[in-house]
């Protein structure tokens, strides 16, 4: 997701300055799991996801890069998705921690990004502090790594000859710090597969903790830590992912609320509104366009 450089603790919302290039993004390539662009996107650009490798494939959900368009530099808007992403913008390396707004980000021509998703629940084994320090914020890699390690790293990716080669010079620190990286809860990475199954488990997080052996303040705790906030508000997301992919897969806005797992079409649009700013009716006719 691309966002602004930034220095210290700052807020989601931003300018990017981003990665100055003009290298070709890497073809799409299939990545697994549900956790493809949460970017919407009014103008044309290129966005692109590929995978991490099998060594990090149960960490990471994928590499990825972003290239505005240059000759229609329109803004683009990322959405909530229960991830945490490290981020090259050209100038710094920043981690955005998760969101639970939409958060605006200008285009600017002859720009480009490139980055690292962790999966949901993931990222705090690698970067240190828990998800929920991280909430709504964008911090430098060099306060969660320290700046010995991170100067390291941003001189391999102000080395890199093109997007792609910085993104993956991003797994590979990642890569990097396995073997001294926290291991993932197992309780709330049994949570997430929980709420992903579907719209009928997604509703019943108390029967959750119950089925995973926790009670349900201890869950919350656990999942604060590991995600960032609350299973409700995971299950809020994960549902308003699932709606998306409805949506870009042709569904009417009908049967996205039904096979989405909402009360009803009120229901939709309350969720939508909230999450992105948007009515579904704008919000799905863009991201019907987005690489899946």
């Known amino acids: 997701m691309p966002g602004r450089a930034c220095t210290g603790r700052q807020s989601r919302a931003g300018q990017p300055t981003g990665l100055r290039g003009s290298a070709p993004l890497p073809a799409p390539r299939s990545v697994s799991g549900a956790w493809h662009s949460s970017l919407v996107d009014d103008g044309p650009s290129a966005y692109r996801e590929w995978s991490a490798g099998a060594r990090l494939a149960a960490d990471v959900a994928c590499l990825w890069a972003a290239v505005p368009d240059p000759a229609?530099?329109?803004?683009?808007?990322?959405?909530?998705?229960?991830?945490?992403?490290?981020?090259?913008?050209?100038?710094?390396?920043?981690?955005?921690?998760?969101?639970?707004?939409?958060?605006?980000?200008?285009?600017?021509?002859?720009?480009?990004?490139?980055g690292l998703r962790f999966r949901p629940g993931r990222a705090p084994g690698f970067l240190g502090p828990p998800a929920s320090e991280l909430l709504d914020q964008r911090v430098t890699l060099a306060d969660l790594w320290g700046r010995p390690a991170a100067d390291a790293l941003q001189e391999r990716v102000q080395r890199a000859p093109d997007v792609r080669a910085a993104a993956a010079a991003l797994a590979a620190a990642v890569e990097a710090r396995a073997a001294i990286a926290r291991p993932a809860d197992p309780v709330v990475s049994s949570l997430v597969d929980w709420l992903q199954r579907g719209p009928e488990s997604a509703r019943v997080v108390r029967e959750a903790a119950r089925a995973l052996g926790a009670g349900e303040r201890r869950l919350h705790r656990r999942c604060c830590a590991a995600v960032g906030y609350g299973p409700k508000m995971l299950e809020?997301?994960?549902?308003?992912?699932?709606?998306q992919r409805l949506a870009a897969a042709g569904s009417s806005l009908a049967a996205v609320a039904a096979e989405a797992g909402y009360a009803d079409h009120a229901h939709l649009v309350r969720e939508c509104r909230r999450l992105s700013g948007r009515a579904p009716s704008d919000l799905f006719k863009t991201a019907s366009q987005l690489p899946a």
């Open 236 to 243: 809020r997301v994960l549902r308003f992912r699932r709606a």
């Open 72 to 114: 229609d530099p329109r803004d683009a808007l990322v959405l909530p998705d229960a991830c945490i992403d490290v981020i090259w913008d050209g100038s710094s390396l920043f981690v955005a921690g998760p969101d639970t707004g939409p958060v605006p980000v200008p285009w600017r021509p002859g720009t480009m990004f490139a």
